[in-house]
């Protein structure tokens, strides 16, 4: 399927998928407050409790305004494509900036996995919130954008077909000099 300049693939998560992160991240939330009130394991429940308020309250409203905005998780398009999976989602990279797409295991989940050419220029480009994110994620994972499979609507693995596809047909427009950029 050839795409067209101004056409683009817009993939959103399913109500069910949505719906399913948002009731995850409350019971996680409901049981770091649990272990805060819950004084029967002391001084480590109530630490434990408070980490994991810490974490999960964020966490929980961000997946809660996720699911009412509904946006779109992932924007593919001629020129490259708009990230919005994750928390640490990489807004838009152009195809010319991608180096390799897979689909990667991580800890029993599956992940599309792209890695840009220039690590250092991509960081930069980020927020000084999402550097912090990848820095942390950076030891247990491998590769720059990771988009969660539980968020698409499609297998990873068709994802990475397409998105492949989108990458060589961008890099065969560069090699004979007709593209559009994006300002």
Known sequence: MAIEHDERIVIQTPARKRNRIVVMAIIATGFSAWAVADRHDGDVGLVIGLLGLALFV????????????????????????????SMISAGYVPWREVQRIEERPVRRRVFVAVTVNDRAA??????????????????????????????????????????????????????????????
């Open 122 to 183: 991509f960081r930069a480009r980020q927020s000084a919130w999402h550097r912090l994110l990848i820095r942390l994620n950076g030891p247990m994972v491998a590769g720059d954008i990771l988009i969660p499979a539980g968020v698409l609507p499609m297998s990873p693995a068709e994802l990475v077909k397409t998105m492949r596809r989108l990458h060589r047909q961008a890099q065969g427009r560069a090699h004979t000099g007709g593209t559009k950029r994006r300002a």
């Open 58 to 85: 964020p966490v929980t409203l961000i997946y809660l305004l996720r699911a009412v905005r509904n946006r779109p998780v992932l924007v593919l398009d001629a020129d490259g494509f708009t990230d919005h999976g």
